[in-house]
T-cell receptor, first 114, second 111 residues
Framework: NAGVMQNPRHLVRRRGQEARLRCSPM?????VYWYRQLPEEGLKFMVY????????ESGMPKERFSAEFPKEGPSILRIQQVVRGDSAAYFC????????????FGPGTRLTVT | RKEVEQDPGPFNVPEGATVAFNCTYS??????FFWYRQDCRKEPKLLMS???SGNEDGRFTAQLNRASQYISLLIRDSKLSDSATYLC????????????FGKGTMLLVSP
């Protein structure tokens, strides 16, 4: 069952370190979306990517955050110089070309910044 | 006004009860609507899309009122396994793929 895969599932970083979160979309899906869920909050859209292109990054913080979806390999969400406020669950979702609005989520990466 | 608003609950109901959730959205250009469910510390899972004519999937019925910008979800014959948070979701506008999530309504079904 080739669902959306994310790794690592849990990540602990000290303040100032870098965090790299990976997402492999569902088989046959070429659209990837990243969301962040803070404790007791709803999911917030961060960025939408297709292979080698960022389509919409309007939800991405201006500094320290970047995302890519290379031609080969998983999508990467990178957070530089992490701070305590970055502690959250980061979910990746994917969709197909035809079902462009129906998004299927991965299990998430729980980032804890100490 | 929030983009997607939901009553946070929790809704506490006994098994077998019928329960309804409501949701309002602010962007009149939104064209796609969904209900997702999220179990505690898990990923959101697509429950159903919501169509203009209303649609049903087993015990679940979704309705859309574009004029009022209002979406509903009805669950009949509640099961213990229905306990979860239900997320109302709309796309950001015409031609936009990105989704806006409500904060969710928590449902607790008790024996």
């Amino acid at each position: 069952n080739a669902g959306v895969m994310q790794n690592p599932r849990h990540l602990v970083r000290r303040r100032g370190q870098e965090a790299r979160l990976r997402c492999s979309p569902m088989k046959g899906h070429s659209h990837v979306y990243w969301y962040r869920q803070l404790p007791e909050e709803g999911l917030k859209f961060m960025v939408y990517l297709q292979k080698e292109n960022i389509i919409d990054e309007s939800g991405m913080p201006k500094e320290r955050f970047s995302a890519e979806f290379p031609k080969e390999g998983p999508s990467i969400l990178r957070i530089q110089q992490v701070v305590r406020g970055d502690s959250a669950a980061y979910f990746c979702a994917s969709s197909s070309q035809t079902g462009i609005h129906e998004q299927y989520f991965g299990p998430g990466t729980r980032l804890t910044v100490t | 006004r929030k983009e997607v608003e939901q009553d946070p609950g929790p809704f506490n109901v006994p098994e077998g009860a019928t329960v309804a959730f409501n949701c309002t959205y602010s962007n009149s250009a939104s064209q796609s609507f969904f209900w997702y469910r999220q179990d505690c510390r898990k990923e959101p899972k697509l429950l159903m899309s919501v169509y203009s004519s209303g649609n049903e999937d087993g015990r679940f019925t979704a309705q859309l009122n574009r004029a009022s910008q209002y979406i509903s979800l009805l669950i009949r014959d509640s099961k213990l396994s229905d306990s979860a948070t239900y997320l109302c979701v709309v796309n950001r506008g015409s031609g936009y793929s990105t989704l806006t999530f409500g904060k969710g309504t928590m449902l607790l079904v008790s024996p």
